[in-house]
């Protein structure tokens, strides 16, 4: 995998203000935000890099207000680190292509993994699938 690599100001002017906030700063999208995700097969991107992050058949409804995954499409594209912010010890998800800062993954979600990828769906583009 080739690493993806920007100074601060080229990944300002390529992502939209939220978007940079997220990625790049580890910011956290208002819940409910993108509620309007698409149902149609196909398969979410990074949106700093373009990497296939997640598969719309591995998405739930975790009634949380992000869109939830229960695994990532390739676990190589997904890293993880300990994040102590907020008080409290959370498990962080990023693109391991660019670094972005994708969302938290939670040891509630449903089988088959029992796992719950919380991601802002700001950081996210999606891909329909091919017919």
Same mark, same amino acid.
């Not at 002017?13 to 790049?24: C, P, Q, T, W, Y």
């Given at each position: ?44 991107? =990074?949106?700093? !890099?373009?990497?296939? $992050? ?9 009634? &949380? +207000? ?28 990023? =693109?391991?292509? !660019?670094?972005?800062? $994708? ?9 088959? &993994? +029992? ?17």
């Amino acid at each position: 995998m080739e690493k993806v690599v920007k100074t601060e100001d080229e990944w300002r002017g390529s992502l939209e203000d939220m978007a940079f906030k997220v990625l790049r700063k580890h910011a956290t999208e208002r819940a409910g935000t993108y509620d309007n995700f698409p149902k149609a097969p196909g398969t979410f991107l =990074c949106k700093g !890099c373009g990497a296939p $992050l997640f598969d719309q058949s591995h998405k739930f409804e975790s009634g &949380t +207000g992000w869109p939830s995954f229960y695994q990532p499409l390739d676990p190589d594209m997904v890293g993880e680190s300990i994040d102590n912010s907020w008080f409290m010890r959370r498990t962080e998800v990023h =693109c391991n292509r !660019c670094d972005g800062h $994708l969302g938290h993954v939670f040891p509630d979600g449903p089988q088959p &993994t +029992g796992l719950r990828y919380c991601i802002n769906g700001v950081a996210l583009t999606f891909e329909p699938e091919c017919d």
